[in-house]
């Protein structure tokens, strides 16, 4: 098992709807949890962090924290056309340093 | 805020060539990591260096070497360079690496390294 999951897709849905993205981990003791965007040929950018259960909030985005079921998600309401690339969830491992590991990435593409 | 640097940008180096890459991290942060992105293999952790040492390491070879110096900027370096060390390497910064706001981290724009 890997020790971060996320359907590769491509997720594709019409623009004005909510994308919805999911991502399992199976570190149990990880406590850091974060969403990146990343358009092709360029660099990951930070979409959120999330580190307590339930869900927060910004913008047009909401990331979702459920430690006991190991689930992150990350909902993009009213999806845009630019909002087409491919996020990576990364968890954390180190609580006292950086050692992320990153999921394989869900593409998603926004049709308009 | 300027972002986090990385250079060079573009670079093409020959089988059992070394190459060093260089990262300034965002003005204020302390801790720099290292990440390889390739299709096969995605996004890697390498190392990540806080106050001029090496404070975690990924699942890497020996020939991925890295350093940190004292203004926090790093360096790191691939020897004898194989065809399969191509891939983008990236860096990322952040304030600490610890703690809930002090871990997220930011990069840089990459390094896109080809061997041929």
């Known amino acids: 098992q890997k020790e971060v999951e996320q359907n590769s897709g491509p997720l594709s849905v019409p623009e004005g709807a909510i994308a919805s993205l999911n991502c399992t981990y199976s570190?149990?003791?990880?406590?850091?949890f974060f969403w990146y965007r990343q358009y092709s040929g360029k660099s990951p950018e930070l979409i959120m962090s999330i580190y307590s259960n339930g869900d927060k909030e910004d913008g047009r985005f909401t990331a979702q924290l459920n430690k006991a079921s190991q689930y992150v998600s990350l909902l993009i309401r009213d999806s845009q056309p630019s909002d087409s690339a491919t996020y990576l969830c990364?968890?954390?491992?180190?609580?006292?340093?950086?050692?992320?590991?990153f999921g394989p990435g869900t593409r998603l593409s926004v049709l308009p | 805020k300027a972002g986090v640097t990385q250079t060079p940008r573009y670079l093409i180096k020959t089988r059992g060539q070394q190459v060093t890459l260089s990262c300034s991290p965002i003005s204020g942060h302390r801790s720099v990591s290292w990440y390889q992105q390739t299709p096969g293999q995605g996004l890697q952790f390498l190392f990540e260096y806080f106050s001029e040492t090496q404070r975690n390491k990924g699942n890497f070879p020996g020939r991925f070497s890295g350093r940190q110096f004292s203004n926090s900027r790093s360096e790191m370096n691939v020897s004898t360079l194989e065809l399969g060390d191509s891939a983008l390497y990236l860096c990322?910064?952040?304030?600490?690496?610890?703690?809930?706001?002090?871990?997220?981290?930011?990069f840089g724009e990459g390094s896109w390294l080809t061997v041929v």
């Open positions: 570190d149990r003791g990880s406590q850091s």
């Open positions: 990364a968890v954390n491992r180190d609580n006292y340093g950086q050692n992320f590991v």
């Open positions: 990322a910064s952040s304030l600490e690496g610890t703690g809930s706001s002090g871990n997220t981290i930011y």
